[in-house]
T-cell receptor, first 115, second 112 residues
Framework: AQKVTQAQTEISVVEKEDVTLDCVYETRDTTYYLFWYKQPPSGELVFLIR??????QNEISGRYSWNFQKSTSSFNFTITASQVVDSAVYFC????????????FGTGTSLTVIP | DVKVTQSSRYLVKRTGEKVFLECVQDMDHENMFWYRQDPGLGLRLIYFSYDVKMKEKGDIPEGYSVSREKKERFSLILESASTNQTSMYLC???????????FGSGTRLTVV
């Protein structure tokens, strides 16, 4: 069975601080995809990143970076120099490549950036 | 701009009513999904569909049914709404050609 754990339920940081959101996953499949989504107060989930299980290179996109480590089954997300607009709920998700159709979501981390 | 559109952002229904939540996508995606989102529980899959007239139960199908008569439309039906179905409902679509979901804006349903 697949499982995604986001142990941090809520995080508060002061603007301009760096913050890391943790994601740990479980799967018996060797080929899988990992995702991060952002859900702002408006409610719509916004796609942030997709990684496949064969690509452990870290990725940076502006103030966002992702650290994928298969050895620890983790896919952590760091926001550098946080801004108020980063306040949202962030979800980590896992999908098997075999089916490619169903996601397993973590319970989400609610991030509040205080001005 | 590709979209998944949910017909209502907010709904208030009475216990026992039959409720229809509509979802339409314009991306010609094969797969469509209904999730509900509750605090502390994340997103839980209710039903999904890989093709027209086809449906599969997700993790929490009890009390719900679905309909997919056309490729672009996937409806979630609450046959007899109950207060424990008060929740945020999210529709999503995807294609086997691309491993990622596109989500709608969600429908916040309150059953009183």
């Amino acid at each position: 069975a697949q499982k995604v754990t986001q142990a941090q339920t809520e995080i508060s940081v002061v603007e301009k601080e760096d913050v890391t959101l943790d994601c740990v996953y479980e799967t018996r499949d060797t080929t899988y995809y990992l995702f991060w989504y952002k859900q702002p107060p408006s409610g719509e989930l916004v796609f942030l990143i997709r990684r496949n299980s064969f690509d452990e290179q870290n990725e940076i996109s502006g103030r966002y970076s992702w650290n994928f480590q298969k050895s620890t089954s983790s896919f952590n997300f760091t926001i550098t120099a946080s801004q108020v607009v980063d306040s949202a709920v962030y979800f980590c998700a896992l999908s098997e490549a075999v089916t490619g159709n169903q996601f397993y979501f973590g319970t989400g981390t609610s991030l509040t950036v205080i001005p | 701009d590709v979209k998944v559109t949910q017909s209502s952002r907010y709904l208030v229904k009475r216990t026992g009513e039959k409720v229809f939540l509509e979802c339409v996508q314009d991306m010609d995606h094969e797969n469509m999904f209904w999730y509900r989102q509750d605090p502390g529980l994340g997103l839980r899959l209710i039903y999904f569909s890989y093709d027209v007239k086809m449906k599969e139960k997700g993790d929490i199908p009890e009390g719900y049914s679905v309909s997919r008569e056309k490729k672009e439309r996937f409806s979630l039906i609450l046959e007899s709404a109950s207060t424990n179905q008060t929740s945020m409902y999210l529709c999503a679509s995807s294609s086997p050609r691309y491993y990622g979901y596109t989500f709608g804006s969600g429908t916040r349903l309150t059953v009183v």
